[in-house]
């Protein structure tokens, strides 16, 4: 009985953290996170094959991105998106392979927001290079489909 009570006692001060315990336990968020986390990596895909007319449809029409260079609309986005890739390409830039790294996602009913970084791995004339960039994506789900409203990526230096 006194085991009994210590275990009960133990459980009761242990938060869901401390015992490894998902967050988010409801199925139809973990089934929206596994959306969002497939339409980010779908998004980057896109990217790489200069699929504009993919990514158009996830953004949104008020979209917004933040960089270094300033805050973009979705037409000087997708504009940028691909003057980028076009120039790898010509410069003989390749990717071999991406993938997401520590992804976060947190909803708020139509609203969620998403965190990761993506581990890219590209042939430059040749040599094999890689980079890390770490997103911030704001999305909101409007008349049942996710769209991308805003963006923020920044390059990581290790």
Request: hydrophobic letters at 35%; a negative charge; proline letters at 2%.
């Amino acid at each position: 009985m006194r085991l009994l009570l210590l275990c009960v006692l133990f459980l009761s001060s242990c938060s869901d953290h401390d015992l490894n315990i998902p967050q988010n336990s409801n199925n139809s968020d973990s089934e929206e996170e596994n959306e969002l986390l497939s339409l980010e990596r779908k998004w980057l895909e896109a990217e790489f094959a200069l699929d504009t007319g993919y990514i158009s449809a996830l953004i949104d029409s008020t979209f917004i991105s933040i960089s270094a260079n300033g805050v973009s609309n979705k037409q000087d986005e997708l504009k940028g998106m691909y003057n980028n890739i076009s120039a790898m390409r010509r410069d003989s830039v390749f990717l071999d392979s991406l993938k997401l790294e520590d992804p976060l996602v947190n909803v708020y009913g139509n609203t969620a927001v998403v965190t990761f970084i993506v581990h890219t791995y590209k042939r430059e004339k040749g040599k094999l290079t890689e980079k890390k960039t770490r997103f911030y994506d704001v999305w909101v789900k409007r008349n049942g489909a996710w769209k991308a409203v805003s963006a923020q990526g920044t390059p990581l230096t290790e």
